[in-house]
């Protein structure tokens, strides 16, 4: 856990409005499912995680693996906010030569403990390092942060029934259940429902939690580790697009970056200002995706 002045919802207004800035500078990106999990990712790195941004590599740390790793500007607003790295290297996502890729890559930001994006694959990552801290009887937690249509992967499901009989207690993955992905809404391309139930078969300790409510996070986060014996889901449903009225639930922003009209309405409304993105709306300016 690192220690800052800002409380946590202002940290992530903070977080809320580097992803909006970066994306809008890179011209392309994905702020759906990036803001979806502000709040996920600011519990994490500044409730739960144990690590430590002068000494990334530190043996002791807690381990996190981003699976839907087009949602990365998120931990890197997080990263730089945490002090990893400068915030003005954000202003640097998806530029050439620059460490902030449009994906996870280790390469250029060895601070990140794998390289994700092909989606479905992120759980078995997070699945074998906590083994390995399971049978070196290390003092660490393992986290991993999966979006909703992975649980439409069969790999999430062989990671899953892997962790869940080898009884890894030390693996919290939590589910950004945003209920949208690239084509449309999950209801209507492949319903997950009954989602916890499914989970439970496979040996999970189960909790669902609203994704936006910071205390309801931190309590899930902090009851997880109390139980034993089983690896732990938090199902967090969340909005995609959250805090953004035009973005909400507005599929047409999973993966087009925001102009720079549209980034100066969103900034204006997340300081408490709507009128711009009102204004907008009316004169019909927003593009809209399915739902």
Known sequence: MIAVVMELPAVALEIRKEVIRMLAQSGSGHPGGSLSAVEITTCLYFHALRHDPKNPQWEDRDRFVLSKGHGVPVVYAAMAIAGYFPKELLG???KLGSPLQGHPD?????????CTGSLGQGLSIATGIA???????KDRWVYALISDSENEEGQTWEAAGFAGF???DRLIAILDYNKFQLDGAIKDIQDLEP???KWESFRWNVQEVDGHSIPELKAALDKAKQVKGQPHMIIAHTVKGKGVSFMENNNYFHGVAPTQEEMQAALKELDGDPSLSNAMVAAGKI?????
Request: proline share 3%.
């Open 92 to 94: 640097t996502l998806r």
């Open 106 to 114: 280790t390469r250029f930001m060895p601070a990140l403990e794998a």
């Open 131 to 137: 083994l390995a801290t399971q049978m070196d009887k």
């Open 166 to 168: 080898h009884r890894l």
């Open 195 to 197: 989602l916890r139930a």
């Open 287 to 291: 593009k809209k995706g399915g739902k």
